[in-house]
Nanobody, 116 residues
Framework: QVQLVESGGGLVQAGGSLRLSCAAS????????MGWYRQAPGNQRELVAT???????NYVDSVKGRFTISRDNAKNTVYLQMNSLKPEDTAVYYC??????????WGKGTLVTVSS
């Protein structure tokens, strides 16, 4: 069983920055893909960014150039650096990881609120 611990959410003014972290533990064979999703009130959960074990990244168009996903494989931790935040980035952000040979796991979510 993999456990995920997220941190870094909070309240920030538009134009500000936040850094989210998600540490995974309990994986026997390492982590394949890691990523961040978000869900705003009344909306479906959407992919924000993903990163493979080899470092390949993928972003939703709305965050390209503003958000950066990275990972520390030794710590099984994924980060999301969010710059130039906008009110429309307000959402609950969820960490998602898929260990090798295992299912996807979700974090409990961390709230990011961007005030105008």
């Amino acid at each position: 069983q993999v456990q995920l611990v997220e941190s870094g959410g909070g309240l920030v003014q538009a134009g500000g920055s936040l850094r989210l972290s998600c540490a995974a533990s309990g994986s026997r064979f390492g982590i394949s893909s890691m990523g961040w999703y978000r869900q705003a009130p009344g909306n479906q959960r959407e992919l924000v960014a993903t990163i493979t074990s080899g470092g390949s990244t993928n972003y939703v168009d709305s965050v390209k150039g503003r958000f950066t996903i990275s990972r520390d494989n030794a710590k099984n931790t994924v980060y999301l650096q969010m710059n130039s935040l906008k009110p429309e980035d307000t959402a609950v952000y969820y960490c998602n990881v898929r260990p090798f040979g295992d299912m996807h796991y979700w974090g409990k979510g961390t709230l990011v609120t961007v005030s105008s």
